[in-house]
């Protein structure tokens, strides 16, 4: 008998009422998910994060590698299987996705100069693959500023054309973000070819450069975005934001059929910047509210 007849027949019976959400809602997923980032709520690679990230409120967590400075790779804890597996057992747990992995150490370095990015790279997609996570965050930083520095481009592109072989491989995604407008990250993107480097687009770079970020997402496209950074810079809290229409965005979002996470990353209160459950709590909450969590099919 087909699922749906037979809880055709349950329902006709009345014997399914006590069971009915449960049953329902198997196997379907929210359309969108937020996430906190274990950097700024202050807990870099501390399995601490996990705890303060659901007593925010948040869905999931963005996991960060760990520093990089003038070592071969990051200074990633989750290289310990021991370590990986507590991480694992607190999110199911409680009842939390680790959403991503972030490479946040190429704020600071240059991808396009920097020796051994394959090493680095490659430390974070075995990472994602032992902890089954399949997207990745990858600045391309101060150094790394094509708008700043446009001759580093041919260098940028063929390290991205190195890494999306392994990411392909690994089933993975990496999703970087730069300075450039929607427009010029679609030519790199199709330059570099491959489905494996996306977009993970970041509300505020759009609006520090003056551009507006429904256009912005609109020229990206669904299938270009892996995850969305849905932040802009430190001042305010989301919902007293004025120079950003999340109800905008997400009716944007929606036209485009994109679904995934939106992961806060910072929007806070300029008063109160270390207040972590103050600021990531009522971030959450916003985003919660204005885009309600429909189901859809499975991300």
Known sequence: ??????LRLLTLSGALS????????????????????????????????LPLAREIGADGLELDM????????????????????????????????????????????SFAKRDGIEKTVGDCIET???????????PMGVQGD????????PQIIERLKSIAPMAEKAGVVIGIETALSAAEEVKLLDEVGSKAIQVYFNF?????????????????????????????????????????????VKAT????????????????????????KGNFGANTRFMKSIFKMHKTQPL
């Open 204 to 248: 505020s770079n759009a609006l520090e450069a003056g551009r507006d970020v429904n256009e912005e997402l609109k020229i990206l496209g669904k299938n270009r975005i892996c995850q969305i950074h849905c932040t802009d810079k430190d001042g305010v809290w989301l919902e007293n934001n004025t120079r950003l229409d999340m109800k905008k």
């Open 146 to 153: 094509l708008v700043k520095n446009p001759e580093l481009r």
């Open 18 to 49: 006590p069971w009915a959400p449960p049953l329902l809602a198997k196997g379907k997923k929210q359309r969108y998910k937020v996430a906190v980032i274990d950097l700024m709520i202050l807990k870099r690679q501390k399995l601490s994060a």
């Open 253 to 276: 979002l929606d036209k485009m059929g994109w679904k995934g996470w939106l992961v806060i990353e910072r929007s806070r209160d300029a008063a109160n910047p270390r207040d972590v």
């Open 128 to 138: 994602m693959k032992q902890m089954g996570i399949k997207t990745a965050f990858l």
């Open 66 to 109: 760990g520093g990089l400075g003038d070592r071969p790779t990051f200074d990633n804890k989750l290289a310990d299987p021991a370590i990986r597996t507590q991480y694992l057992d607190k999110a199911k747990e409680l009842n939390l996705e680790i959403c991503s992995l972030a490479m946040t150490g190429f704020y600071s370095q």
């Open 1 to 6: 008998m087909k699922r749906r007849t037979f």
